[in-house]
């Protein structure tokens, strides 16, 4: 079992930060990439941002030099601090997690998937 929970949405006007955090729990043995999503009603979810084991990055175009995406892997979390928020920003946010994980002498990989966490950016 292996959870994603995010937090740090809300509500904020335009030009402004948030900073929204996603821990990974679970019977975890390595995670390889992890990253960020979002999803406006309508639309296909698309990539915001990724960060591999390694530090390999790579955004979404519509948020390069604005977003920043970081992992904690001590704490197998993964953080993206958002500046200069805009109104096209807003959408659910989704974490995702490659991970490797253990069950007994058994290991399996799988990708994972937060519940979303809401970004809304109006004034």
């Known amino acids: 079992q292996v959870d994603l929970v995010e937090s740090g949405g809300g509500l904020v006007q335009p030009g402004g930060s948030l900073r929204l955090s996603c821990a990974v729990s679970?019977?975890?043995?390595?995670?390889?990439?992890m990253g960020w999503y979002r999803q406006v009603p309508g639309k296909q979810r698309e990539l915001v941002a990724a960060?591999?084991?390694?530090?390999?990055?790579n955004y979404g175009d519509s948020v390069k030099g604005r977003f920043t995406i970081s992992r904690d892997n001590a704490k197998n979390t993964v953080y993206l601090q958002m500046n200069s928020l805009k109104p096209e920003d807003t959408a659910d946010y989704y974490c995702s997690a490659d991970v490797v994980y253990t069950r007994s002498t058994f290991y399996g990989r799988n990708t994972y998937w937060g519940h979303g966490t809401q970004v809304t950016v109006s004034s």
């Open positions: 679970g019977s975890i043995f390595s995670i390889n990439s």
């Open positions: 960060i591999t084991s390694g530090g390999n990055i």
